[in-house]
Every structure is written in structure tokens, then in C-alpha cells.
């Protein structure tokens, strides 16, 4: 089934458009694909170029949560929404209609504040350690490493994400120096990770695997209701629609799906569309999860 | 299971304000409560006032809009999106920002346009009648009814639901007379119903039941699906995020909740949340899918 | 002067588009120009087209907030502002952002709220009337009369204006039924005059005679501050940047400006900028300020 | 008729809230007063405590704007727009849809676009230098000075304005870095004036004086509408109407105000209205233009 769905995704001459805000991403050929697959038994499945490593973007969000959940509870919540955005993924709108509270943790406003909220007043680079460590730690797998270069990339062009860290200050939702807040959450989106390593480090949220648990059964529920209803960005509805998984994309092309109780997906291709998630990438865990009858909706 | 949560709910004090923008709906009792569920296995199980009618309001929206997709299939997608709004679930914010387009079918406008789609010239009496036909058909019940008091009274106050069809008219997004479209869409939302007849209407959305599929396995995912994201107005994430599961309120204190493959539920405590949904009704499904372990997200 | 001003937009290729929402405006040449002044001291002088009658359209709001003025006095101001609203001029946004009441009585929101005030229970024939009647003791002339088939086109077409009414009236701001109000507002914009008409009933504007005064020196001032801020939706910084002058523009082309203590102006052309303004207009008036050292800026 | 109107506005109770947002502005009385007024003949004269310096701040915007256009004309335009906002005057919304113009060189986001086409690569000590130099020798005055300690405090708080400058600079509309820009405007704001050094500063654009010329009678006059339309943020409709003059305040609490062709008028009371205006200001030059006839509205 897999190979099929590989197969088809060969042939798909639109593949929506590669990110091109900062040179590392732009480079990057719409012609890669990869799919892995974790199973609630144990086993793995891959097609197509699982081994290389790419930047997984916004999927960090997902990791620095369960972190921020781990270590801060429920009240992460007063400084941070659980509703959909229904709005570009970068606005400003919503956030000065609403004083500076985030409608969730997958827009970019809302991932600045929960890594501003693991920051807390420590050094950026021991933050950003334990970041990894725990990426690694999920995977089971140590070979998973920043791209500096892109970090860099991100660094000299993220005025958008610098403006929203300072409007989140004004309205006293940050706790740390924009730029020191923004340093880490720019590392954190330049982490690189083949689909392989990312079917491994979602396991945490399949549910129902003793010893994979990072964090609590209602905690990982909750992160799939999130990803659910705001898992990528103003397509989430649509996602939602024709996968029926819960999901998280990043504009490096990768989503990272959750069949609960049943299996960690993990996808790549570079080409986006108008919302700004993988549309092959799309297209693959769709079909997948249809053969499948993955679909959390019946 | 259930009796110990009807226990509970007696005992609740905040139990949110009833919906009083009509005299009808002002007038019912906060003290009210039922929840009635119907499993996959063909069985019943009812608590509280379960025989009592209530306006089901908004909950209607999830029938037009499974007869609107079986009759005009995808091409309804053309005229109304299906992403969550993240906004109030009366804004004409979003609809003058997207040209007439209404965000989801669940929100008034959307709502709006799937009533227009469906009354296509006919006659309102004509479609009404239809739309009864399907919910009692769905329910296995034929003593339905449409309360006309609480219709002529919405009719007399919809001025809000009248703007938004004049101005989905203003954007060629609709059909029929705004005082048509909205005369069947007031009287639509006028059905009352007890949670048992709900419960068991909504059975054909839990899915594999061959003798009550009104709608092909793939729309009653898609229902599903628009349901998690945008059921319960601006308080879809946070739904998904406690119960887990699809569902659709409706001002009149009414809850529609599906458990893919396992159940229908219908809940019932007229008090109203901030963002307008049932607040007991919330929290007795919340104990209810907690308990079952119905949960969608593992 | 105004001779050579006339030749000069002879000469103009680029008109801008006639309106053409409905079609008695469509079918209006781009080709047509005329321009009025009547001075201080009582003189008169007109070039072009100045004895053909075009619509007035949203000039009638001028008459209305006099009107209403005249007879309510400030109280109007608790339900309709005084800012400029930086929006198109027909948008819902800032409406239910602050709760139904309009930014200013020059969008359509706020002129039907004026309307509103001064229909007030009584007939709509009835005020219309009285609306005509002060129009043409203001112009010193009783040929002026209103366009009924435009009127009726309005009344067909104008789907925006009545959700605004719809939703005035949902957020308790309008007295009327919304197709009585709405009624009165197509007819009054409906209204016909030449430029020659509508420069003689502008000069009640002008302050300084006592024989024209329909309305207090203070409030002459303040109708003049309105249509400086107002006068011309979100093309009104442009026009007191570009002419220095307060006028009040209309989609059929024409635009009454005011020139205190010095004259009444009206010109016409049917051509609109993006902003729904007249372009030649605009134009011709900017030339005849500078010409006459016109600007209330020095 | 100064006198009189300074010995009303000693007896108001009502005047207003202090700007509390940096330590230096909180602590200052609100029960200073000052009003001079520089008359086209050359006469000055003052009441209240006309010698005592205050924080121009917004004001400054006027002189770096006709800077601005003295050095780069109207290719300016092209970076910043003429209209009313119709929004809080630190919106980001508008800006956001706008994409990065800002609707007027007023409102915060405009002004920093102001402030950085003077800057335009050169070292800010310089650029600051000139401003002051402007200033200077508008006022004939060389006793005029930068408050470095309300500079320092409005640069530690100033998040919302670095927001608006990284926004502006993320859509290209910022050519030099944020900090450096938004550092001369902390400066330029921080500038201390007296009433009587800012009526005399004022006195380029009353127009007619070849002397104090600074600026083309074409630009005076423009500087003069923006400041009418725009020149009071949320509030220039209002200013407009019961002052009938163009004018620009500051939330140290003082207002600039041209009189045409007859006079320049600076008003100093630090309580602010809603809106963020000077309210005691607002009242005294509304009763000095009602008893002056200086309305420009007739």
C-alpha cells in the first residue's frame, strides 16, 4: 500500500511550491518524497528518501508542547488559547483583538510563548539542549542535530516573528528578551529530521505504549485535539476533512500524523500549497489513511 | 456509568445563563438535564428528563447539511468553506473579508447558504416538510414537530440572520429571497426534539449501521469531521480538547455527539456557556467519553 | 478660470468608471462634465453641463444630517459618530466592532441611522416630502425631483444596504423596519439635480447669509468639519490633502464643496476613482481651489 | 479672552488620566496648564505656566515630517498614505491588511516610516542632530533639548512600537534596522518644549510669512490637512468638529494648532481623554477658536 501510495506521488507533476523565505529552504528540489510509518506492534515502514534529513519547522512546536506541558501543567493555558485561529498563521490581528493571548499553541505567536515559557530565565543554549534531548529521546535515536546555517537564515529575516515576540511583550506575555526568546524558538524550527526519525519521536502520542510514555494518556489526547483543530494552520478544517487524523505540518514540507492507537506517521515533500502545508505530503497520508480506515471519524 | 453523571450534574450550581433572545427559550427551566445514548450494538440508555422536547436550534444544521451533500453532493463546497471561523458564530467579519464565502457550514451564514441550497426554488413548506421527513426517518419516530411559536419568534428578532442573508445575497452567494431562506431556517432550528429522538437520530453518524445509512461511510466522515473542528462555534478547540469527540450544540441548551463506530449521544441542559454552548451538557459528555474511554484521540 | 478648467478636462482620458451597479447609472456617459460656483456676493457662474440633472446619490446625506440636525439637535450624535471610519464605505466591520453605532453620518450606515431618525413613525412619502421640500427652499428652486426608476433599481439591487439596516436594527439602532428606513434612503438618493440646483442649495453651507440660513452657524461649521473628515469614504485624507476644501462626493458623479465665507461649488463627472469618487471632479475642484486660493489650510 | 478662557480651565475637575506608561510621564501634575499663541503680525502672548518644558512627543511627528518632505518631496508618499486610520492610533491591524503603509504619517507606524527615510544610512546622533536643528530653528530658540531619561525609559518600554517597526521592516517598508530607527524616534519624541517655544515653532505653518519659511506654501498647506484628518488619532473627527482647526497632539499633553493665515497656538495640560488627547487643551483652543472666529469651517 505504501509503495503504491509512493508511486503515484512519482507521478504528481503539481507539487505546490517549495518555501523560499530564506535561501536553505529555497534550495531545497520538490521532488523529494519519504513516508515512514510506526505501528502500534512495533513495526516500521518506509518509501521513498526516509534516510535524508530535513528541517522540520513548525512540527517542533509539537515537541517543545509536550515539553512545556511536562514541566509546567495545565497552567500553560492562562497564557495560551486551545481554539483555532481561522486566520493566516502569522497574523497580528487576532492577537491585538485578544491582548496579547495566542489562540493556541501551533501559530507562531502561541509557539513563542510556550517557548518562551520553557526559556523561563535560562540560558538559551541549555533550553535548547534540553529540546533536543528530548526530540532524541523520542526517536530513540541521537543522530538528530540544528541546522545552524538555517537558524542563521531564519534569525536575519524572522522580523515577523520579532515583531510578534515584542507585541506579546508589550502585552506582557513574554517573560524573556524578545531576541533571546525568538534565538531558541528559531533553533528549535531548524532542527533536522528524516521521516524516519519523526515516525520514531511521534510514537509518544499513538497512545497505548508503556514504555515509549513522555507524558500522560490525557495529555497526549489533548496534544492530538490540538493538532486536530489547529494542526495546520487555516487548512486545518480541510485537513481534518479528507485525512481524519490529527496532524502537524511545518513549511519544510514534513507533517508528522497520528493514527491513535494505531501507528506514527511521518511524511515529506517540499512543495506546499496556498496554505503553506505539503500538498503531496497531504495527498499521502490521505490516501493512506483511507486504505488504511485510519480515520479517527468512523 | 451514566446514573452516576446525572448524580453529579444535580448537584451542579453554576449552571450557566439560558439563551434569551426569544420569550421561549428565556422561559425554560436552567434546572433541566437528559442524556441519551445509543450504542453500535442497537441498545439504549437514557437519564433524566430524556421524554422532554427542546428546541434543538442549531443542531439542525448537521440534517440540512447531510441532505444538502446528499443531494448536491461536493459541489456545495463551492459556496461554503469548511474551516473553522475563529470568530463569533454570528460575525460578518469574516464574510465581508472573504467575499461571501461563509467559513463552515456550522456557523449562521453557512448554515444560511446550505438552507438556500436546499430550498432551490421549491416551495418553503415543501422543503420544510423535507427536512422533517429526514429527521424523523433518521430518528425512527414520527412525532417530530416543528414549535411555530418559537419559528414566528426568531422570524420577529432574526434581524442579525436576515442582515447575513442579504448580505451573502449582496455577494451572489445566494438564491432564493433573504425572508425565504431565512423563513425555512427559522423554522428548521424550531424542531423540537427529546434526547432520546436525537440520540437515536443520530445513529446514521456513528457509522457502520448498513439499516441506518442515510449518507455513504464517507460523508458521515466528513460530517464527523466538520463537527470536531467547527461544532460548537468559538468553542470547537476547546470541545475537541475535553470530550474528544464530534459534536453540534444548539443555543437551546441541546448536544449532538457522535463516538465513531461506538455511539450517539444527545445532551441536554438548556444553560449556556460564554461561547454559547450547553454548559452542563459539556461536562456530562466530557464524564461520559471519559469514562467510556470514547475518546477519538487514544 | 472655470473656462479654462473646462477645457482642460475636455482633454482628460482618463475618466475613471461609471458606477454600474445598476443600470440607470451604467448607461450615464463617462463623456459628460459640468461645474458651478455661486460665490459669497451672490453670483453665479457655470460651465458645461450645468442644466442637465444627474443623481445625487450620496450628496442626499448633506440635506438628511441637516435635517435631522435642525430638528434633533445633538441627541442624534448618541447613535451615530463623528470619525472618519478608514474603511470601504460600506463595511460591516467596524459596525459590529462597535456595536452598531456608525462611524460617521456619510457611510451608509450612518445615513441610514439619519434617515431612520427622521422618519421616526412617521409615513415614508410623508418624509420624503419634507426631505424634497428642504432641497429645493435650500436651492431656491421647486424643479428637483426624484428619479423613481433609479430608485426602484436601488431597491432591487441594494442587498447591502439592507443587511446594514438589518443589522442596525439587531443592535437596537434602528426605529424603523428595515425596508421602510432603506425605502426612504433609495429615494432620497434618487434624488436628480443639475450642478447649477445643487451649487445654489449648498450655499447654506457657505455661513455669511443670513438670508439663506436653514441651520445655526454652529452647526453649518460642524457639517462642514464632517465632510472635510468624511466627505469622501476613504479617498477623504486625499481630498482635504489635495482640494483643502470639506465636500461630499456621490457615486453618480458629483460632488457639492463647500468654500466657507467664500462659495458653494458643485461639479460632475460620472467617472469614479478606485475610492468610488469623482476623478474629474476631484480634479477640477483641486485646479479651481489653487486657482482661487481657495484651501482652508493657508 | 486667554485670561478668561485660563481661569475656566483652572476651575475644571475633570481633567483627564496622565500618561502612565514611563515613570517620567506618570509623575507630572495634572494640574499644569500653558497656552501661547503667535499671531500673523508677529505678536506672542501667553497664560498658565508658558516657561515650564514638557514631553512633546506625537508632536514631534510634525517636524520630522516636514523634514521629511522638505528632503525627499512626495516620493515619500509612495512609503506612507494620506488617509484617516479609524483605528486606535497603534493599530497593527490596519497595517497587517494594508501591507505594511501605513495609513498616514501620523499614527505610530507611520511617523517610524517618517523617522526612517531621514535616517536612511546615516549615524542616528546625526540625524537626531538635525530634527533638533529643525526644531530650533523654527522656534527661533536654541534652548530646546532631548530629555534622554524619558528617551531611555520609552526605549525599555517602547515593545509595541519595535513590534510596528519589525512588521514594517518583515514587508519591506524599513530600510534601516528597527533598533536604530525606532532609537532617533524614542529621541525625537523625548523632545522638551515650552507652549511658547512650540507656538513659535508652529509659526512655518500659519502660511504668508516669508521669513519663517521653511517649507513651500504647497507643503504648509498639506501638512495642515493631514493634521486636520489625522492629526488627533481616533479623535481628528472630533477635534475637527468642535475646534474646526487642524492640530497635532501628544500624550506629554500638548497640542499644536494652526490657525490659517492667522496664527500658531500651543496648549499644554497633561490630562489625557480616551482617545489620548489633552482634554483640558481640547477645551481651551475650542473656546479660543469660538471666540476668535477662527473656525476654517466658516
New interface residues.
Given amino acids: 500500500m505504501m509503495n503504491r501510495i509512493h508511486d503515484e506521488m512519482q507521478g504528481m507533476t503539481d507539487r505546490g511550491a517549495v518555501a523560499d523565505y530564506i535561501p536553505e529552504l529555497a534550495q531545497v528540489s520538490p521532488a523529494h518524497f519519504a513516508m515512514s510509518v510506526c505501528t502500534a506492534d512495533g513495526q516500521s515502514f518506509h518509501v521513498g528518501e526516509a534516510g535524508v534529513p530535513f528541517s522540520i519547522q513548525s512540527i517542533s512546536k509539537v515537541f517543545t508542547l509536550a515539553l512545556a506541558l511536562g514541566r509546567l501543567g495545565d497552567q500553560l493555558w492562562s497564557r495560551v488559547?486551545?481554539?483555532?485561529?481561522?486566520?493566516a498563521f502569522n497574523?497580528?490581528?487576532?492577537l491585538?483583538?485578544e491582548r496579547g493571548i495566542p489562540?493556541?499553541p501551533f501559530i507562531n505567536a502561541g509557539a513563542i510563548v510556550v517557548t518562551d515559557a520553557i526559556l523561563a530565565g535560562h540560558a538559551p543554549r541549555e533550553v535548547l539542549g534540553e529540546v533536543l534531548r528530548f526530540v532524541r529521546q523520542a526517536a530513540g535515536d541521537d543522530d538528530i542535530h540544528i541546522n545552524h546555517r538555517v537558524a542563521k537564515s531564519e534569525q536575519a529575516t524572522g522580523?515577523?516573528n520579532?515583531?510578534?515576540?515584542?507585541?506579546l511583550?508589550?502585552h506582557g506575555n513574554l517573560r524573556n528578551a524578545?531576541d533571546l526568546t525568538c534565538g531558541v524558538y528559531f533553533h528549535q524550527c531548524a532542527i533536522e529530521m528524516t521521516t524516519r526519525q519523526l515516525a520514531q519521536a511521534g510514537r509518544f502520542?499513538?497512545?497505548?505504549l508503556p514504555a515509549a510514555r513522555l507524558l500522560s494518556?490525557a495529555r497526549?489526547?489533548?496534544i492530538?485535539?490540538?493538532m486536530?483543530?489547529?494542526g495546520h494552520y487555516?487548512?486545518?478544517?480541510?485537513f481534518?476533512?479528507r485525512v481524519?487524523l490529527?496532524g502537524k505540518s511545518g513549511v519544510g514540507g514534513g507533517i508528522l500524523v497520528?493514527a491513535?492507537?494505531r501507528a506514527a506517521i511521518a511524511v515529506w515533500s517540499p512543495g506546499l500549497d496556498a496554505q503553506g502545508n505539503s500538498r503531496l505530503g497531504t495527498l499521502a497520508v490521505e490516501r493512506l489513511a483511507q486504505a488504511a480506515g485510519w480515520?479517527?471519524?468512523?
Avoid: K
Fill in positions: 488559547g486551545r481554539e483555532p485561529s481561522g486566520l497574523s497580528m490581528v487576532q491585538e483583538h489562540r493556541n522580523h515577523r520579532m515583531a510578534l515576540a515584542h507585541f511583550r508589550a524578545p502520542l499513538m497512545g497505548g494518556p497526549v489526547r489533548r492530538n485535539a490540538l486536530m483543530t489547529c487555516d487548512g486545518s478544517g480541510d481534518a476533512y481524519g490529527p497520528i491513535p492507537g480515520s479517527v471519524f468512523g
